[in-house]
C-alpha cells in the first residue's frame, strides 16, 4: 500500500511540511551551482520542486505516489513529473543537480542501485545532495503512541493521531504505523520503512557509486563532529 496515496491527507502535507531553513538550503545550492538542469527524486506534492522552477532552468520531478503527483499538478509550472522511483531516472549525464529530501533516501532498500542511477544522471562535477537522519539519536524509541499521540481540527476535519513503532531490525530498518483517526471512527493505518544509515555506512556506499562525499550536520554547514545532526519524529505520513 502507497503509504501516501490517501486523497484527503495529501492535502493535509504541505501543511505540515512547511516550506522552511531545508528548502532554502537546497534553492541556495541550485543557485551557487547555477543549475540549469535539476531532478528532484521523491518530489511529492512539489513544494520545493516548483520553487527551482525558472527561466532557462529545466526541473524533473520524480514520485512513485501518483496521489502525490497529481496533487502537485494542481498548481500550474513548468515541472515535468514522472511517476516512479530511482528506477525511472533517465541516465542522460547532464543534470546539474539532483536532490533527495526529507525521509526520501531512507526508504530506499537498495542504496547502490539508487546511487549508481542518480550518478549516471548528473553531468561530470554534478552534485547530488540529500539529508539522511542520524541513527545515533535513536528517534524510533519515541514512536510510540503515548509518545506521539495527538488531536487536532484540520481543513478535512478532526484528526486524531499517533505512531505505533513495530520493528527495529539490526541492519537499521525501521518499521512503524501512522494513525489517522477521523470523526466517523475509521483509523486509517499506513506502514512505512525507513532505512537509517551510518553518516560512515553512506560515505562508503557513496563512494561506490562515484562520487566524493561532504557530510554536514544540519542545512547549516555545522561540522558534524561539532554537533549531532537534528533528528525530528516523523509526523504520521499524511498529515
Known sequence: MDPYGDEQLVELYDLDNP??????YYRALADSLDARKILDLGCGTGLLTRS????GR???GID???TMLDYARRTPSPVTWTCGDHHAIEPTGDVDLVVCTGNTLMHIADL???????????????VFAFESRNP???AWESWTREATYGERDTPIGHLTEWLDLIEVAPDGR???????????GSDRIYRNTLYFRSADALTTALGQAGFTATVDADWHGTPLHRS???????RPPLS
Open 19 to 24: 516550506d522552511g531553513d531545508d528548502h532554502a
Open 52 to 55: 527551482f522552477a525558472r527561466p
Open 58 to 60: 529545466e526541473v524533473i
Open 64 to 66: 512513485p505516489s501518483r
Open 112 to 126: 547502490g542501485t539508487a546511487l549508481t542511477a542518480i550518478a549516471a544522471a548528473l553531468r561530470p562535477g554534478g
Open 136 to 138: 545515533s539519536a535513536r
Open 174 to 184: 525501521v518499521v512503524f504505523d501512522a494513525h489517522n483517526v477521523f470523526p466517523n
Open 228 to 234: 549531532r545532526p537534528p533528528d525530528r519524529r516523523p
